[in-house]
């Protein structure tokens, strides 16, 4: 079985749509600093682990980061395949498992 490709700009598209719905599920997660950030360490584990680069906080290089990764991820895989798809759900599985072993002691 052959995934269709599509052009970058319609993955960019899907990538757009889909960032608010992610953003707002970890933000609920988050829970206003008190959450367990659960969501957003699964949606978003490249921007959590980026706060080990800024003193465990939330910083504007996080949020930069999570606003592009979704659009970066449909673009990327729209035409990919795939070879893709599979580079790039195992990079968001390895960020996801490294965020949950305790490196982030903070979140």
């Given at each position: 079985?052959?995934?269709?490709?599509?052009?970058?700009?319609?993955?960019?598209l899907?990538?757009?749509?889909?960032?608010?719905?992610?953003?707002?599920?970890?933000?609920?997660?988050?829970?206003?600093?008190?959450?367990?950030?659960?969501?957003?360490?699964?949606?978003?584990?490249?921007?959590?682990?980026?706060?080990?680069?800024t003193?465990?906080?939330?910083?504007?290089l996080?949020?930069?980061?999570?606003?592009?990764?979704?659009?970066?991820?449909?673009?990327?895989?729209?035409?990919a395949?795939?070879?893709?798809?599979?580079?790039?759900?195992?990079?968001?599985?390895i960020?996801?498992?490294?965020?949950?072993?305790?490196?982030l002691?903070?979140f």
């Amino acid at each position: 079985m052959t995934l269709p490709k599509f052009s970058w700009q319609a993955g960019l598209l899907f990538g757009l749509c889909a960032t608010p719905v992610a953003f707002l599920l970890a933000l609920f997660s988050a829970g206003a600093g008190h959450g367990d950030y659960v969501l957003a360490r699964i949606l978003y584990p490249i921007p959590m682990l980026a706060t080990l680069l800024t003193d465990n906080t939330i910083t504007g290089l996080s949020l930069g980061l999570a606003v592009a990764q979704f659009p970066a991820y449909g673009a990327f895989v729209a035409q990919a395949g795939r070879a893709g798809w599979l580079a790039l759900g195992l990079v968001h599985v390895i960020a996801i498992a490294t965020a949950f072993s305790g490196v982030l002691d903070y979140f």
